[in-house]
T-cell receptor, first 112, second 117 residues
Framework: QKEVEQNSGPLSVPEGAIASLNCTYS??????FFWYRQYSGKSPELIMSIYSNGDKEDGRFTAQLNKASQYVSLLIRDSQPSDSATYLC????????????FGGGTRVLVKP | GAVVSQHPSRVICKSGTSVKIECRSLDFQATTMFWYRQFPKQSLMLMATSNEGSKATYEQGVEKDKFLINHASLTLSTLTVTSAHPEDSSFYIC?????????????FGPGTRLLVL
């Protein structure tokens, strides 16, 4: 079992709809959770961080964390073609020296 | 805030030469920097963890004598690919950790694309 798992996609979403991305992790002592966006040929860009159970909203993005289920998700509301990218879920354990463990990424395609 | 730069953004070199890549945290001090490599259509692969003033910690399978890392200050880490070969051609990305409260977040540089001929 991979430490951090994501559906590779592509997740095809019509413009204006909600894109829902899921991520599961195996290490129960994980403490910090991040969503990064990576455009083709570019480096990852931080979108959201979440540390406690529940929802966290920032603009059109909402991250949801459920530590009991070892599950973190990202919702993108009013999806735009510019949201088309690969979204990387990353998990951090302080005991691991703040190293991030990445999922394989979910490719999102927003169609006009 | 939390801007990380890399230089150069792109480099083409002949096989056998050495290439140095710089990673700088521009508006914060980073006690820890990380070096990643990414091959086309693959996810990020952590190569090493670099702490200011100490030796880097390399991931399993990464040759420390081939990928030399120096972290001389809180704002600068360098990765030198020694005696580069075509199989070293890849996208090299650094990240630096910025502390916010009791949490630390990694911010990525723009990456360096290396092509070894």
């Amino acid at each position: 079992q991979k430490e951090v798992e994501q559906n590779s996609g592509p997740l095809s979403v019509p413009e204006g709809a909600i894109a829902s991305l899921n991520c599961t992790y195996s290490d129960r002592v994980s403490q910090s959770f991040f969503w990064y966006r990576q455009y083709s040929g570019k480096s990852p860009e931080l979108i959201m961080s979440i540390y406690s159970n529940g929802d966290k909203e920032d603009g059109r993005f909402t991250a949801q964390l459920n530590k009991a289920s070892q599950y973190v998700s990202l919702l993108i509301r009013d999806s735009q073609p510019s949201d088309s990218a690969t979204y990387l879920c990353a998990v951090n354990r302080k005991a691991a020296g703040n190293k991030l463990t990445f999922g394989g990424g979910t490719r999102v395609l927003v169609k006009p | 805030g939390a801007v990380v730069s890399q230089h150069p953004s792109r480099v083409i070199c002949k096989s056998g030469t050495s290439v140095k890549i710089e990673c700088r945290s521009l508006d914060f001090q980073a006690t820890t920097m990380f070096w990643y490599r990414q091959f086309p259509k693959q996810s990020l692969m952590l190569m090493a963890t670099s702490n200011e003033g100490s030796k880097a910690t390399y991931e399993q399978g990464v040759e420390k004598d081939k990928f030399l890392i120096n972290h001389a200050s809180l704002t600068l880490s360098t990765l030198t690919v020694t005696s580069a070969h075509p199989e070293d051609s890849s996208f090299y990305i650094c990240s630096a950790t910025a502390a916010s409260g009791h949490q630390e977040t990694q911010y990525f540089g723009p990456g360096t694309r290396l092509l070894v001929l």
